[in-house]
């Protein structure tokens, strides 16, 4: 999918939401489990309840990886129904790959070409060789964790380094990358203060933004530091929506979450 098709999808549903497909079977309604695929039975329910409310949906391959082939085969099954059923949706494998390049470009044929992606989570720390292989397929983006939700962001991607904090190196050198246009950044909502200085640095660029709901972050203060004129955000939450109930009603409840979120976004843009 490319960017303006995002752009055009997030003003005519009004709505900037990605649901996060984070599985976890200890937490989803005890009768999916006699399911052949519990799995995939919670996703295709979730995306049932709640494809009209949001832009983009983004599983975490953690929470397939973690049940083995049969995981990953719910994470093949969960891609191919979205593709086929709801196509102009935009889909985010958040699998934070990145190594030497010919690793790299099995990677992104993994994500692009077999699964099918529209983009994937890369971190930046390999530089510029590591990150090109994805960089270099067209309508689909890669989207380089820049400063991440978590505490230990302070650890490394806020220290200075040759006189700028590393986070900000990364926006400005993957700037200068063959293909960057198919760039977008991860930014954790947990970190709306520093969105100010980031759009001086990627004024365009859209942002990857996990962190409202279960990490505590903001979506008001979200957008008043990072939109753009073509909004240029896709707000992530995860457990926040899909584990709203664990009763037989957890798809109605989760949309009723999603719902929440979609509405505080229509009138945010209105203004
Ligand atoms: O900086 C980051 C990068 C990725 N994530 C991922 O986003 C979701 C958040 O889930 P919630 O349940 O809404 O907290 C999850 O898959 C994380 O691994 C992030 O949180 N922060």
Same mark, same amino acid.
């Given at each position: 999918?490319?960017?303006?098709?995002?752009?055009?999808?997030?003003? &005519?549903?009004?709505?900037?939401?990605?649901?996060?497909?984070?599985?976890?079977?200890?937490?989803?309604?005890?009768?999916?489990?006699?399911? !052949?695929? *519990?799995?995939?039975?919670?996703?295709?329910? +979730?995306?049932?309840?709640?494809?009209? /409310?949001?832009?983009?949906?983004?599983?975490?391959?953690?929470?397939?990886?973690?049940?083995?082939?049969?995981?990953?085969? %719910?994470? !093949?099954?969960? #891609?191919?129904?979205?593709?086929?059923?709801? *196509?102009?949706?935009?889909? #985010?494998?958040?699998?934070? &790959?990145?190594?030497?390049?010919?690793?790299?470009?099995?990677? %992104?044929?993994?994500?692009?070409?077999? /699964?099918?992606?529209?983009?994937?989570?890369?971190?930046?720390?390999?530089?510029?060789?590591?990150?090109?292989?994805? $960089?270099?397929?067209?309508?689909?983006?890669?989207?380089?964790?820049?400063?991440?939700?978590?505490?230990?962001?302070?650890?490394?991607?806020?220290?200075?380094?040759?006189?700028?904090?590393?986070?900000? !190196?990364?926006?400005?050198?993957?700037?200068?990358?063959?293909?960057?246009?198919?760039?977008?950044?991860?930014?954790?909502?947990?970190?709306?203060?520093?969105?100010? !200085?980031?759009?001086?640095?990627?004024?365009?660029?859209? $942002?990857?933004?996990?962190?409202?709901?279960?990490?505590?972050?903001?979506?008001?203060?979200?957008?008043?530091?990072?939109?753009?004129?073509?909004?240029?955000? /896709?707000?992530?939450?995860? &457990?926040?929506?899909?584990?709203?109930?664990?009763?037989?009603?957890?798809?109605? %409840?989760? %949309?009723?979450?999603?719902?929440?979120?979609?509405?505080?976004?229509?009138? +945010?843009?209105?203004?």
């Amino acid at each position: 999918m490319t960017t303006q098709q995002l752009i055009s999808e997030i003003k &005519r549903k009004k709505s900037f939401l990605c649901i996060g497909l984070d599985v976890d079977l200890n937490k989803i309604p005890k009768y999916l489990l006699e399911k !052949e695929d *519990p799995i995939f039975a919670f996703n295709k329910a +979730i995306i049932d309840a709640t494809h009209h /409310l949001c832009v983009a949906y983004k599983p975490n391959t953690a929470f397939y990886e973690a049940y083995g082939i049969k995981g990953w085969q %719910a994470l !093949e099954k969960t #891609i191919n129904y979205l593709n086929k059923n709801h *196509p102009e949706i935009y889909t #985010i494998a958040d699998a934070k &790959r990145g190594d030497i390049g010919n690793t790299s470009s099995m990677y %992104a044929k993994a994500f692009f070409e077999d /699964l099918g992606f529209d983009s994937v989570t890369v971190a930046p720390y390999m530089g510029k060789d590591s990150v090109e292989p994805f $960089l270099a397929f067209q309508d689909k983006h890669t989207i380089l964790l820049a400063l991440t939700s978590n505490k230990g962001a302070f650890d490394f991607q806020t220290k200075i380094v040759d006189g700028t904090e590393l986070y900000k !190196e990364v926006l400005k050198t993957s700037k200068t990358w063959e293909n960057s246009r198919n760039l977008m950044y991860v930014v954790g909502a947990t970190k709306a203060e520093y969105l100010a !200085e980031i759009r001086n640095i990627i004024p365009d660029s859209f $942002l990857l933004v996990p962190g409202v709901g279960a990490q505590g972050g903001n979506l008001q203060d979200v957008c008043k530091y990072g939109m753009t004129k073509n909004i240029g955000l /896709l707000i992530n939450s995860s &457990r926040g929506i899909i584990y709203a109930s664990q009763d037989e009603n957890f798809a109605e %409840a989760a %949309a009723k979450k999603a719902e929440e979120l979609q509405g505080q976004m229509k009138q +945010i843009l209105q203004f």
